[in-house]
């Protein structure tokens, strides 16, 4: 047999080149270069920057009226409540407090329920309020069409302020749905202070455990976009009901659906 013809070698890359390569593929501090013994200032700038819009998304504020306002917009009705935590800074030290809905608030969630629905969905300001503030509307957007044409009932949308996940699970019980949602922003990375969690639970209670819940993560234009999320809770939320369970037994599966038919209604082009 004729001998194999020799491929021609590839043109060599600089270090420059190829670490470029590498860095656009991952949002990762990699290829920094130096200054000396040091890094170079660009780099020490940028990360003092994410450093600060990090901290600036734990402690700002949920702007619970524009959030209600753009909530309203798509039709859905809110109930607002808080926590027992009540203020950010007890919030950040005593995680337990935002776990529990305030009782007077609890007890008018109750006061409001009427029949048993399907879904409760609680948006949370959690750690980041900004990730709130950018996500939560888009994918509600996304989301409620779907709620609708799958025939579930959907209680109020319930909006809290300085809340942890575990709140969902008394709102859930109080609200008499069959599965809660908990839209809450999660604790911001270096490179991601933007980021929304989705975290869902069927036959909420207190005393739910975290084995217990199914946890959509990264919500966020340069992540997980809001549209795909609603495609994957919705996706999640009908394998619950079937199967009758969420946790750890639950995998996500939806990718299997992504680019056919099925996912259409849900997916908008990149």
Same mark, same amino acid.
């Given at each position: 047999?004729? &001998?194999?013809?020799?491929? !021609? @070698?590839?043109?060599? +890359? ?10 656009? *593929?991952?949002? %990762?501090?990699?290829?920094?270069? $130096?200054?000396?013994?040091?890094? &170079? ?13 990090? $901290? ?6 949920? #702007? ?27 919030? *950040?030290? $005593? ?10 608030? /609890? ?30 509307? !888009? +994918? +509600?957007?996304?989301?409620? !069409? ?20 575990? /709140? ?19 604790? &911001?990375?270096?490179?991601? @202070? ?27 234009? %340069?992540? /997980?976009? !809001? ?8 996706? *999640? ?18 990718? $299997? /659906?992504?680019?056919? #038919?099925?996912?259409? @209604? ?5």
């Amino acid at each position: 047999m004729p &001998p194999e013809e020799a491929k !021609p @070698p590839e043109e060599a +890359l600089t270090a420059e080149e190829a670490w470029g390569r590498l860095k656009a *593929l991952t949002p %990762a501090r990699i290829g920094l270069g $130096r200054a000396g013994s040091g890094l &170079p200032t660009r780099e020490v700038l940028a990360f003092a920057l994410a450093h600060a819009q990090a $901290r600036d998304a734990v402690h700002a504020p949920l #702007d619970a009226a524009a959030l209600r306002a753009g909530i309203e917009g798509l039709g859905l009705p809110v109930l607002a409540i808080a926590s027992r935590a009540p203020d950010r800074a007890t919030y *950040l030290r $005593r995680p337990d407090l935002g776990r529990q809905p305030d009782p007077e608030d /609890l007890a008018r969630l109750a006061a409001a329920a009427g029949d048993p629905v399907d879904l409760a969905i609680v948006v949370a300001d959690g750690l980041s309020a900004r990730a709130v503030h950018e996500g939560a509307v !888009p +994918l +509600l957007a996304a989301l409620a !069409p779907a709620i609708a044409g799958s025939g579930w009932s959907l209680a109020p949308i319930v909006l809290a302020e300085q809340a942890r996940v575990a /709140l969902g699970d008394a709102v859930g019980a109080a609200l008499r749905a069959r599965a809660v949602a908990v839209l809450i922003g999660e604790r &911001p990375g270096l490179s991601s @202070p933007d980021s929304l969690g989705i975290y869902l639970t069927l036959d909420p209670r207190p005393g739910r455990t975290d084995a217990e819940r199914n946890c959509l993560s990264n919500v966020r234009a %340069a992540g /997980l976009r !809001p549209d795909l999320a609603a495609f994957k809770l919705h996706w *999640l939320l009908g394998e619950a009901f079937r199967r009758g369970l969420t946790g750890v037994a639950l995998k996500d599966e939806s990718d $299997r /659906l992504l680019g056919s #038919d099925a996912a259409a @209604p849900l997916t908008a082009p990149p």
